[in-house]
């Protein structure tokens, strides 16, 4: 086993949004996969987890990427940008310099860095016409610039089952329990370390809607989701503005 200590890096992709423990705390797809490393490398293995819901590229890059590096761990994933697409001031020019940027500085320790190619999260949200075109530009950044630094690359585009809405969360937005599952199955896979075949396993997609109940349920999202979104982009404010860092320092796993 190759890997001692792992850092993830990112936003609530990587906090485990809205995959719950009992006790409300979110798991996802990096507690998944440390566990599972865990149990390869045995009892000296140490494990943080530094992602914060609603961060942007610019804050994960500040906050987050000199903390990972000073650990010195052997492993840290990668996985920012997916907020930065949905606003209006996006500037992929910038992003995708600085991402090459980040990538280097991960690597520059001797870490190997995971890094994530987007699922197409749109497919279900308004504004595809704006926001696919970025997602897509980013996941060729992400390809471009794993090859350049020998990173380790997870593709979730290239993988249909994410067009299962069963794979998401009712928010559309953040991957259900099976979504994280799947992902972590992935993750294993591309590091070569063996998963549970049920994390892979492809849950039915739901009976289609009739088209009243459909829009219905399209208003609810609105109402529960999209609208709460739309005012904290108004009022400047984030999802994690009073959310800590989950897992801040190198720790064993505990059962």
Not at 126 to 145: K, Y
Not at 183 to 191: D, E, K, P, R, T
Not at 197 to 224: F, I, K, M, T, Y
Request: charged share 25%; net charge neutral.
């Amino acid at each position: 086993m190759r890997w001692r200590s792992f850092v993830a890096v990112g936003d609530s992709f990587t906090e485990g949004m809205d995959d719950a423990y009992p006790d409300g705390t979110f798991r996802g797809w990096a507690d998944l996969v440390a566990t599972r490393l865990a149990a390869e490398a045995g009892p000296d293995f140490r494990y943080a987890n530094l992602a914060i819901r609603g961060r942007l590229f610019p804050s994960v890059v500040a906050e987050q990427v000199p903390a990972a590096v000073a650990m010195k761990p052997d492993l840290i994933s990668f996985a920012a940008g997916g907020n930065d697409v949905l606003r209006r001031t996006f500037d992929p020019d910038t992003l995708v310099a600085r991402f090459d940027e980040v990538v280097r500085q991960l690597r520059s320790g001797g870490a190997d860095v995971l890094l994530f190619r987007f699922a197409d999260v749109m497919a279900r949200l308004p504004g595809q016409r704006l926001v696919a075109p970025r997602v897509q530009l980013l996941n060729q950044a992400v390809g471009e610039t794993a090859d350049r630094h020998g990173a380790i690359m997870v593709d979730l585009y290239a993988d249909d089952t994410f067009l299962n809405p069963m794979l998401w969360s009712t928010d559309r937005l953040h991957l259900s329990p099976a979504g994280h599952r799947r992902v972590a199955g992935q993750v294993l896979n591309a590091l070569g370390v063996g998963c549970d075949e049920e994390w892979l396993l492809v849950p039915p997609h739901p009976a289609p809607s009739p088209w009243l109940a459909a829009r219905a349920a399209d208003l609810r999202w609105a109402g529960q989701h999209l609208a709460p979104w739309v005012k904290r982009r108004l009022t400047g404010r984030s999802s994690g503005d009073t959310v800590t860092a989950k897992r801040p320092q190198l720790g064993p796993i505990v059962d």
